[in-house]
């Protein structure tokens, strides 16, 4: 499927859009990881509309590179994707996040209800949505930096998911027992550790990809969308 157009505050960007086989149904923004709207989240959006949703992947590092496609198989893919990373104004990204839900609530065929999804760095910024935009329901899977926003945790309404690893290399023990004590008894949050897996255990055909904690992870995510969106 081709990539659509978003207009943002600052410029127009591109995105990915996969559109469900009977033409309507709920929306889902698929929030991309450091390696931009590649394969991955390609796959994971075209997933999300055998499901019956339309899934849009806006390209978030539009300001820096856009259309950058990385995968997580070469050193000089790995050095390009932190360096995004280190490049990236969240502040901004946000504003680009709620531009594309408006988007994808717009579509034809779409409901209006819609959810976000984020994966690895958009971990957080689904952690974010959930805090700062009215999405009705919010996944996150191994957000970074999340125990750095516990504070903002008291504006979430919405059904949130979290997905987190216990061998993440990128968020140790201490962050998850801090998001898990922050958290604790959080109405709208449901929280889910996977023993034995590393970071981005989800990304399909990644290094760290774990079939039975991806495949119990997405059926949870499933089951969250289904309930709150249909």
């Given at each position: 499927?081709?990539?659509?157009?978003?207009?943002?505050?600052?410029?127009?960007?591109?995105?990915?859009?996969?559109?469900?086989?009977?033409?309507?149904?709920?929306?889902?923004?698929?929030?991309?990881?450091?390696?931009?709207?590649?394969?991955?989240?390609?796959?994971?959006?075209?997933?999300?509309?055998?499901?019956?949703?339309?899934?849009?992947?806006p390209?978030?590092?539009?300001?820096?590179?856009?259309?950058?496609?990385?995968?997580?198989?070469?050193?000089?893919?790995?050095?390009?994707?932190?360096?995004?990373?280190?490049?990236?104004?969240?502040?901004?990204?946000?504003?680009?996040?709620?531009?594309?839900?408006?988007?994808?609530?717009?579509?034809?065929?779409?409901?209006?209800?819609?959810?976000?999804?984020?994966?690895?760095?958009?971990?957080?910024?689904?952690?974010?949505?959930?805090?700062?935009?009215?999405?009705?329901c919010?996944?996150?899977?191994?957000?970074v930096?999340?125990?750095?926003?516990?504070?903002?945790?008291?504006?979430i309404?919405?059904?949130?998911?979290?997905?987190?690893?216990?061998e993440?290399?990128?968020?140790?023990k201490?962050?998850?027992?801090?998001?898990?004590?922050?958290?604790?008894?959080?109405?709208?949050?449901?929280?889910?550790?996977?023993?034995?897996?590393?970071?981005?255990?989800?990304?399909?055909?990644?290094?760290?990809?774990?079939?039975?904690?991806?495949?119990?992870a997405?059926?949870?995510?499933?089951?969250?969308f289904?309930?709150?969106?249909?």
């Open positions: 499927m081709p990539d659509i157009t978003v207009a943002g505050g600052d410029g127009e960007f591109s995105a990915y859009l996969a559109t469900p086989a009977g033409g309507s149904g709920p929306g889902i923004l698929c929030i991309q990881e450091i390696f931009g709207v590649n394969a991955d989240m390609r796959e994971h959006c075209d997933n999300f509309a055998a499901q019956g949703y339309f899934a849009l992947s390209d978030l590092f539009w300001r820096q590179e856009p259309g950058i496609q990385l995968t997580d198989k070469t050193e000089a893919e790995w050095q390009r994707a932190f360096e995004l990373y280190q490049g990236f104004d969240v502040a901004k990204g946000m504003e680009d996040l709620i531009a594309a839900l408006s988007h994808l609530r717009g579509i034809e065929g779409c409901t209006g209800k819609t959810g976000t999804v984020g994966y690895c760095l958009d971990g957080l910024l689904a952690y974010l949505m959930a805090c700062q935009s009215d999405a009705e919010n996944v996150s899977y191994y957000g930096g999340l125990d750095e926003k516990l504070n903002l945790a008291s504006n309404t919405a059904p949130t998911l979290l997905h987190m690893a216990e993440d290399e990128y968020v140790n201490e962050a998850q027992a801090a998001i898990n004590n922050g958290l604790a008894g959080h109405s709208s949050v449901t929280l889910y550790s996977y023993a034995g897996v590393n970071h981005a255990f989800t990304r399909n055909d990644g290094i760290h990809y774990d079939a039975d904690a991806a495949t119990l997405h059926q949870r995510t499933a089951d969250a289904a309930a709150a969106l249909r």
